[in-house]
């Protein structure tokens, strides 16, 4: 099919880099250090750290 199938590709540990992938054209092995994603050469940091909005409130025991 034009669309990947069967092909599916799940990278741990990376957030926003593939989720947006929708169809593989070409797939190149490397090692990360040789590597810059699409969005570095265009000025965005190539570690982006998830910075959680989230607050997570226990109550205290009284």
């Given at each position: 099919?034009?669309?990947?199938?069967?092909?599916?590709?799940?990278?741990?540990?990376?957030y926003?880099?593939?989720?947006?992938?929708?169809?593989l054209?070409?797939?190149?092995?490397?090692?990360?250090d040789?590597?810059?994603?699409?969005?570095?050469?265009?000025?965005?940091?190539?570690?982006?750290?998830?910075?959680?909005?989230?607050?997570?409130?226990?109550?205290?025991?009284?």
């Amino acid at each position: 099919r034009r669309h990947g199938y069967p092909a599916r590709l799940i990278v741990p540990g990376l957030y926003g880099y593939v989720s947006a992938t929708k169809w593989l054209s070409e797939i190149e092995l490397t090692g990360w250090d040789d590597f810059d994603g699409y969005w570095i050469p265009r000025g965005w940091a190539k570690e982006a750290p998830i910075k959680t909005q989230s607050r997570i409130d226990v109550p205290s025991e009284r």
